[in-house]
């Protein structure tokens, strides 16, 4: 009888542990949305070694998995980690240590902060990003006279917020030996009245070398730019444009565990990385992924830089320009073909994105599965949304809110039904890319939400929508923002949503923004941020 008994316990003993199968962390009492196939909402998931291991009812998940940590989410909504799909990390990072212009009111405003910051720091060459003469009364760009008086010996350089220009003082010319006979392809040095006005468009701001960060700057950047993103949700960035040290910089980092953010590292297109990385191949790590070049085709439309087909609406005889020659991109198109890398262009005009389409295609005719991206297509010809069918739209929703004040003034009526047209994109290729472009916008991934849906700025402005027939569905913002981001960086199997054997990324908001009240979006708050099933927020 002692030996039934004993044989008994053992046999529950294993049933027992059977049932329950140990795991790291249970959630639950969640409403997830694991973004599967399918769409499907779960109320938990059990993760172990930094994966789901399980997704289903809190009570199924409890009565098989057992852990040492629970979280009760009562009754919270979660979301796989989100995606930005095109942003400038370390450019974030460094403009923390930068005057931040955005949101300046006029010029005026721009040389009041300008006088402080420099009180503060006392640096010897003043850089700064933010500015955007589209926001002042006055929307025409400004010159450099006020800067010359307030600063006559110490260099200013401040970017544009799009980055595709910079206003500069005669300091910051003398140094660069800058002069009215100078030139440069695909750039321009401003004139008025046969005088530099310090406004230099896209290739001419290369003339302009601002002091190089320390590497204690760096690294600073880098924490500075996680933290932020961490607390707004996100827990991958596709950092479009990074050199080889400062991308060896982020592997370090992460080895050691300082930095926790995934990255998806597009190289800048210059000879030293095209030479290292094409030839070294596709770099892959647990945080780490370096597969892809980025490129520009051309400017942008607030500074004018966007190439166009036809002249500009608000500058006739003014037709933006390609930042790199025709022949030149069809070459790197190929070179780039010819490797594992794939190609992300900026394409903000119509002529740019038609260039590039056809440049695209005929450099992938014998490639399969490329998911080559043009990033932003911003302004597009309507005959010419066909060829999106094989290549990736990389969109960034804000950038609809922030330019539509102005964009029909640049490109006209008629031009301006294919620009922001995010639906009609999504309707070509099936998925779009989602970001931000952030610090060229804000960080806020729920911006992006609330633009790429209700199509209003944060007053609410318009009153219906700009352009609503071109707004995406929640259910597909959520998509490009997260499963839809993965697949463009060929990590789908990985990341980008809530299911088994994936990295157990994920967050916790305050509120529900699928049925949320559209107004109400912009104000969702991330209550806990998760990687690996490591809070880091």
Sequence with gaps: MRKLILSLLIVGIFQSCKKQTQ??????????????????????????????????????????????KIIDAEGKTIYPGFIDGHCHFYGLGLTQQKINLVGTKSYDDVLQKLEKFQKEKNTSFITGRGWD??????????????????????????????????????????????SLDSEIAGGEFIKKDGKLTGVLIDNAMNFIKTPLPTKKEQ??????????????????????????????????????????????????????????????????????????????????????GAALKDEYADKKGHFGALVNSYNDLQKLA????????????????????????????????????????????????LKDFDLFKKVLPSIQPTHATSDMYWAEDRVGEKRVQGAYAYNDLLNQYGKVALGTDFPVEKVNPFY??????????????????????????????????????????????????????????????????????????????????????????
Excluded at 157 to 173: E, F, K, S
Excluded at 469 to 474: D, E, G, I, V
Excluded at 514 to 535: A, C, H, L, Q
């Design 23 to 68: 795991a790291d962390i249970l959630v639950i009492n969640s409403k997830t949305y694991t973004v599967n196939q399918n769409f499907e909402i779960a109320e938990s998931f059990a993760i172990k070694d930094g994966k789901f291991i399980a997704i289903g009812s809190s009570e199924d998940i409890q009565k098989t998995y057992k852990a040492s």
């Design 133 to 178: 003469q589209n926001d002042w009364d006055v929307k025409e760009f400004p010159t450099k006279e006020k800067l010359d008086i307030l600063f006559p010996k110490i260099p200013v350089a401040i970017t544009r917020v799009d980055g595709h220009a910079m206003l500069v003082n005669q300091a910051a010319i003398d140094l660069a030996g800058i």
């Design 219 to 304: 690294i600073q950047a880098l924490k500075d730019a996680q933290k932020i993103c961490f607390d707004l949700g996100l827990t991958t960035v596709d950092d479009a444009g990074l050199d080889k040290e400062v991308i060896e910089l982020i592997d370090s980092l992460q080895q050691t565990g300082e930095i926790k953010m995934r990255i998806y590292a597009m190289i800048s297109n210059n000879k030293e990385n095209l030479d290292y990385y094409l030839k070294k191949g596709i770099i892959k790590t647990d945080k780490l992924h370096v597969r892809s070049v980025k490129v520009y085709a051309d400017g942008a439309l607030g500074s004018r």
């Design 334 to 381: 190929q070179r780039i073909a010819d490797s594992d890398y794939q190609m992300n262009t900026h394409a903000i005009g119509d002529s740019a994105n038609y260039v590039m389409l056809k440049t695209y295609h005929e450099a992938l005719k014998n490639k399969s599965d490329r998911r080559w991206r043009i990033e932003h297509a911003q302004v597009v010809d």
């Design 448 to 537: 992006t939400f609330y633009a790429a849906t209700i199509r209003k700025d944060l007053k609410g402005y318009p009153e219906n929508g700009f352009q609503m027939k071109n707004a995406l569905s929640r259910e597909n913002t959520l998509k490009g923002m997260t499963i839809w981001n993965a697949y463009g960086n060929f990590e789908e199997n990985e990341k980008g949503s809530i299911e088994i054997g994936k990295v157990a990324d994920f967050i916790i908001l305050d509120q529900d923004i699928m049925e949320v009240d559209g107004k109400k979006i912009p104000d969702t708050k991330v209550i806990s941020t998760y990687i690996n099933g490591e809070k880091v927020k």
